[in-house]
């Protein structure tokens, strides 16, 4: 029963960051508020990454009054396959993964079955602010549907994992991979029931696993392990997220990628609040990293240089790796 809190108690020892450190020393010190709807709004943050030259799932379309629900048929097209999602949600609330067409209906990533009109209200909901920050009225944007590159079909379940990395002022920090499970609805994200996995930022490969707050060594769902396992592309992970600080400019940042069968990488969002239970399944507190990210920025101020992601990426690799360099 107190397995978590003494797991949590451990951590701080170790540097774990708590919520009012993160909000004081990071969120405020370092994202400036003017800059939030870049990563607050997918629409803009989309629009960002094309101008950048990043790639993003597709956008087929967005909706904007009751009155556009009508171009829906539309924007979708001859399509089976496409995604439905609120753009200021947050925690994978009120996202429809369609998957396939079936007998004039529609069939979710999670083998429900709904029809057009179910789509419809949904995006009414979507429309009257039901899944946006604060209440807002909010658009709802058609994109493409990512297909997960075959390495994760072992171990996850249905839907889209996503990569996560935090990073500050450019500098990646901790990374974590989130695989959707039968209960998570095809989604990755933790609080909807998927699995957080701890990555080692030298080499990509995965680190234990954290699953509503237990550490869990096998995936519940398929059974096969979570941890040891290599991510494909490691460093083009690393250095997307890096050159993400470039693309919005806010200096504390959760980047979310996916890996797409035939696309590769791409980014899915950013967040300006990310989450602090990464430091679970990393079994490491983020503290200690940002404060040697901290310490290097201050280190190239006094030499009047900065650093470009690839240098960025590899400081952080060389800091951060779980598993040491081979020792000369
Ligand atoms: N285009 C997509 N194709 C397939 N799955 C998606 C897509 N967009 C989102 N998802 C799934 O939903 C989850 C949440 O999506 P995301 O865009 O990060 O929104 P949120 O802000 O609610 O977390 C993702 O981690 C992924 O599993
Ligand atoms: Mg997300």
Redesign the pocket.
């Known amino acids: 029963m107190f397995g978590f809190w003494k797991t949590w108690k451990a951590l701080e020892a170790r540097g774990i960051m708590g919520i009012n450190r993160r909000n004081a020393d990071y969120v405020l010190k370092y994202n400036k508020r003017s800059l939030y709807p870049i990563v607050d709004d997918?629409i803009i943050t989309k629009e960002r990454a094309i101008a950048a030259g990043i790639h993003v799932?597709e956008l087929y379309g967005v909706i904007s009054t009751e009155k556009e629900i009508d171009k829906l048929d539309e924007i979708i097209g001859g399509r089976s396959d496409f995604?439905i999602?609120p753009a200021q949600?947050?925690?994978?609330?009120g996202?429809l993964?369609i998957a396939d067409r079936f007998e004039g209906r529609y069939r979710t990533v999670s083998g429900k079955i709904i029809s057009h009109e179910e789509i419809e209200h949904q995006i009414s909901s979507i429309l009257t602010g039901l899944y946006s920050l604060g209440g807002h009225r909010d658009r709802a944007l058609i994109?493409?549907?990512?297909v997960p590159d075959q390495i994760f079909k072992s171990i996850s379940y249905e839907?889209?994992p996503?990569i996560r990395i935090i990073v500050l002022m450019g500098y990646p920090v901790m990374a974590m991979l989130?695989l959707?499970t039968r209960q998570s609805g095809?989604?990755?994200?933790l609080h909807q029931g998927a699995i957080g996995v701890g990555v080692d930022l030298a080499t990509g490969l995965t680190l234990r696993g954290t699953w509503l707050n237990n550490i869990i060594t096998k995936h519940p769902d398929t059974t096969n392990a979570v941890d040891g396992v290599q991510l494909p592309n490691w460093d083009g992970f690393m250095k997307l997220a890096a050159g993400c600080y470039e693309l919005c400019g806010l200096g504390y940042i959760g980047v979310?990628m996916v890996l797409d069968q035939e696309k590769g990488p791409l980014i899915?969002?950013l967040n300006a609040r990310p989450g602090l239970n990464i430091q679970i399944a990393n079994d490491c507190g983020l503290t200690l990293r940002t404060h040697a990210v901290e310490a290097r920025l201050e280190e190239l101020k006094t030499a009047g240089v900065t650093e470009t992601p690839e240098e960025r990426v590899k400081f952080a690799q060389e800091m951060f790796g779980h598993i040491p360099a081979v020792e000369g």
Do not use: H, T
């Open positions: 997918k799932p995604v999602k949600g947050a925690g994978g609330d996202i993964v994109e493409y549907r990512v839907g889209v996503d989130r959707p095809g989604k990755a994200n979310d899915l969002e």
